[in-house]
Nanobody
Framework: QGQLVESGGGLVQAGGSLSLSCAVV????????LGWLRQAPGKEREAVAT????????DYADSVKGRFTISRDNAVNTIYLQMNSLKPEDTAVYYC???????????WGQGTQVTVSS
């Protein structure tokens, strides 16, 4: 059974940057689409970005396009989310996930908190 372990969250001022990492431990997800989702207090969980198993195809929520970049390194079983120009509305718990189908995330990490102060 594999695990997805996020790291890199924290507190940053608006306009700043953070980088998240997600290490896959115990099971390879090299053929899975992987992605990042987030959930803010009182709001539904939303998909932020996904990346295909090859890394050739990425997709982003409109709210983060041009600011966030997702990438993956299958050699070290890790995906990344580079977040630039952060806004207070980006504040949320960010989850790494592996997708069993195009719209179903079936494996989840424990989440990492990102807080953007105004």
């Amino acid at each position: 059974q594999g695990q997805l372990v996020e790291s890199g969250g924290g507190l940053v001022q608006a306009g700043g940057s953070l980088s998240l990492s997600c290490a896959v431990v115990g099971q390879t997800f090299s053929t899975y689409t992987l992605g990042w989702l987030r959930q803010a207090p009182g709001k539904e969980r939303e998909a932020v970005a996904t990346i295909s198993w090859s890394g050739d195809s990425t997709d982003y929520a409109d709210s983060v396009k041009g600011r966030f970049t997702i990438s993956r390194d299958n050699a070290v079983n890790t995906i990344y989310l580079q977040m630039n120009s952060l806004k207070p509305e980006d504040t949320a718990v960010y989850y790494c996930a592996a997708y069993c189908t195009s719209d179903y995330a079936c494996y989840w990490g424990q989440g990492t908190q990102v807080t953007v102060s105004s």
